[in-house]
T-cell receptor, first 113, second 112 residues
Framework: DTEVTQTPKHLVMGMTNKKSLKCEQHMGHRAMYWYKQKAKKPPELMFV???????INESVPSRFSPECPNSSLLNLHLHALQPEDSALYLC????????????FGAGTRLSVL | SQELEQSPQSLIVQEGKNLTINCTSS?????LYWYKQKYGEGLIFLMM?????EEKSHEKITAKLDEKKQQSSLHITASQPSHAGIYLCGADRSGTGNQFYFGTGTSLTVIP
């Protein structure tokens, strides 16, 4: 199984809502990532988890809150987002020994109204 | 300016034609990675190049990293509609795997 599953595929939320994005993998990868991708731009790294611990937070606003409850799951909790946060959110995972060879999910397309 | 600049920004080719995408770094690279993204979807890892002068091939795609490790090219031979998508080069600022970033991207359209 080389699949990274992200849910939901699409999400529309208001600026006062709280929602969560979910990501799951069963490849035994101990590194997991969140990326944000705006239209016609490359993905930008947001968070890196290694052994279920946050190792990198690329200066992401606190309205984005990641969580890694176990080695297979990664969540991104969203609260009080702004319209400019509308984007494709991608989850990825990798082996710790090859962190730049990442397996990506199909993404969650988020619209903030 | 971007750390990883790709050219061209977009490419439209007739099926069966060859094409080349370039990725230029402003710094010496620890390694260079090529990914492909179908429009609005996740990315698929294609190839990794680590040594200067290294060349790798998979099916009809060949990637090279120059001797100084500051430029890479991706060459597709006899393009097919299945090659269409966005090609992204990537690198790691720290060499530890914690600061991966992508190039500006090249959008490829293959006309049947």
């Amino acid at each position: 199984d080389t699949e990274v599953t992200q849910t939901p595929k699409h999400l529309v939320m208001g600026m006062t809502n709280k929602k969560s994005l979910k990501c799951e993998q069963h490849m035994g990868h101990r590194a997991m990532y969140w990326y944000k991708q705006k239209a016609k731009k490359p993905p930008e790294l947001m968070f890196v988890y290694s052994y279920e611990k946050l190792s990198i937070n690329e200066s992401v606003p606190s309205r984005f809150s990641p969580e890694c409850p176990n080695s297979s799951l990664l969540n991104l909790h969203l609260h009080a987002l702004q319209p400019e946060d509308s984007a494709l959110y991608l989850c990825a995972s990798s082996h710790l020994s090859a962190k730049n060879i990442q397996y990506f999910g199909a993404g969650t397309r988020l619209s903030v109204l | 300016s971007q750390e990883l600049e790709q050219s061209p920004q977009s490419l439209i080719v007739q099926e069966g034609k060859n094409l080349t995408i370039n990725c230029t770094s402003s710094k010496t690279l620890y390694g260079l990675y090529w990914y492909k993204q179908k429009y609005g979807e996740g990315l698929i890892f294609l190839m990794m190049l680590q040594k200067g002068g290294e060349e790798k091939s998979h099916e009809k795609i060949t990637a090279k990293l120059d001797e100084k490790k500051q430029q890479s090219s991706l060459h597709i031979t006899a393009s097919q509609p299945s090659h269409a998508g966005i090609y992204l080069c990537g690198a790691d600022r720290s060499g530890t795997g914690n600061q991966f970033y992508f190039g500006t991207g090249t959008s490829l359209t293959v006309i049947p």
